[in-house]
Every structure is written in C-alpha cells, then in structure tokens.
C-alpha cells in the first residue's frame, strides 16, 4: 500500500505539472493568427481578457493542430488507470480461495454469482480491469490525434471528440472503484501468516543463504540452501530441520537459536517499516 500511496503521489505532481500546460485558451481565428482583429491593436488583449474570465491561462502559440496537450493528459489518464488496474489485479489474485489473504468490501449480493452462492467475487476489480484496459487503448488514439494536416485537421481532430469523454468518464469509473476498495478492504493477517508457513521455511532461504555465505561463502550457501529447500519441497519437512542435520552448517559453527531468526520471515524485513515510514510523512 505504501508503494501505492507513492504511486499516486507521483501522479498527483504530474498532474501540477500538466495543469497549466493544458489548461490554455484557443482563440486564435481560422489559421490561428487573430487575422480578423489583428489591425484593431488589441487582439491580443482580447485573448487575454477572455482567458482570464475563463480561467485559462494564455497560450505563447496558436496550438489548435498541436495537440500535445490533448494527448499528455490521456496519457496521464492511461497511467492512473493503469496504477489502479495493478492494485485490481492483486486484488484478485490475493482474493483466489487458495490465497485469501484479503476480501473486497462486503456489500450484500454484492460480486455474488448466479449459479453458486458462496462466491463472493472482486467486482470492483473487474470492473477496474475492463475500464483500465480500454483507457489505455483509447489514450493511444490520442496520439493519432496529433498528426493533423496543415492548420485545419481533417480527421484527426474529431478523434478526440470521440475518445477524450471515454477516456475521462471511464477514468473517473476507475477512480471510484479504487476509492472503495481501498476504503473497506478486508485484510486477513492470519490468514497471510499461515500462508508464509506453506513452503516449509523455504521463504526465508535468502535470509539464510546470506547469513550462512558469510561463513561458508555465497555460492556454496546458495547451492547447499537450494539443495535443501527441493528436500523440504519433496520430502514436506520443515527447512530448519534439514539444516540443523546438515554437516557444512553444523560445521559453521551456526546454532539452532540463529538457524531459528533466520528461518523466520518475520526478521527479514528490511528497512520496509521506514521506507513506508517516508512515504507517509512525507
């Protein structure tokens, strides 16, 4: 969640940056020049004027065949969608019933099925992969759109009017469905504790490899410990048993008791509480 939450920070400075880019006014005549008020003196204090009672800013250019701007905010549009979709996906792979590490919110009937009632489906991660998918596809049309003949486009203009209102409307869906599920996710921390326990210690192999290398050497700690963990695979014992029978670890010197917190996931964490620290207060 901390990766998200930075995610979005990330997205929230792009979207400061893109603002006053596209946020410009195109008023400009036909071919862009303010031809037809050009010899009152005050064309260009008419633009301005109109820019401020709309609260756009003025462009340095006439860009109605520079579509640039149209495009960089669908792709920003694409790339928020696409943050969603990734949160969408875990979702659903950590909501599997072989997994269930996390719930969607519980609403009733809602992501039931019609023909079997114990499914409780992630819904609104469906829908955010569906909305997702075609954002990113309608975005790239954007760029289609930029590629405009001469001062008066003859197609490619009309892209955006076809794309662009999708692009936000389903964009804005995306962002609903991410809200909720963020607000009333169902985190089960049993459930993910008793999941580390499944390959019988074997997650926990980098954590031991490394300690066990700086006796014995990296790669002949690496090729041992991968030994060891197809045993615990094959024959379903645990891995600390293994490497407390194991002559080169007994012969290291290592105790049960240091086997034992290198063995346990929970002590190979990293700097993970205060990377998440940064990103929160920051």
């Known amino acids: 969640m901390a990766r998200l939450l930075s995610t979005f920070k990330r997205h929230q400075a792009r979207l400061a940056e ?3 880019r596209l946020l410009v006014i195109e008023f400009g005549g036909a071919a862009g020049t303010l031809a037809t008020i050009a010899d009152t003196g005050v064309a ?31 792709s920003f549009f694409a790339m928020v969608a696409a943050t969603c979709a990734k949160l969408a996906l875990d979702t659903k792979l950590l909501m599997q019933t072989e997994v269930g590490e996390v719930l969607e919110p519980y609403y009733a ?3 039931s099925s019609s023909t079997m009632p114990q499914k409780r489906n ?33 197609g490619p203009w009309e892209i955006e009017w076809i794309a662009l209102p999708q692009i936000c409307t389903m964009t804005h869906a995306v962002l609903v469905h991410t809200y909720d599920i963020l607000e009333g996710l169902e985190v089960r921390p ?26 014995i050497g990296r790669q002949v700690a690496h090729d041992l410990i ?23 670890v007994l012969g290291s010197g290592v105790t049960r008791e240091e086997l034992e917190t290198w063995c346990d996931p929970a002590n190979y964490m990293g700097l993970s509480q205060e990377m998440t620290l940064r990103i929160i207060n920051t």
Not at 66 to 71: K, L, Q
Request: charged residues 25%; proline residues 3%; glycine residues 6%.
């Open 226 to 248: 991968y030994d060891l963990c197809q045993r615990a695979l094959h024959e379903g014992r645990p891995l600390i048993e293994l490497l407390s029978e194991d002559r080169t």
């Open 44 to 74: 260009l204090d008419v633009q301005e004027d109109l820019a401020k009672k709309l609260g756009l800013g003025v462009p340095d250019i006439a860009w109605h065949t520079e579509r640039d701007r149209i495009a960089e905010i669908g």
């Open 190 to 215: 049993k459930t993910m504790s008793d999941n580390l326990r499944l390959t019988n210690g074997a997650i926990a192999s980098e954590a031991v490899m490394m300690h066990l290398g700086r006796r």
């Open 18 to 20: 893109i603002l006053p």
């Open 122 to 154: 992630p819904i609104s991660s469906v829908y955010i992969t569906a909305l997702a998918s075609t954002v990113k596809q309608l975005s790239a049309s954007l760029f289609d759109a930029m590629v405009e003949d001469h001062e008066r486009s003859t």
């Open 109 to 111: 009937h809602r992501g």
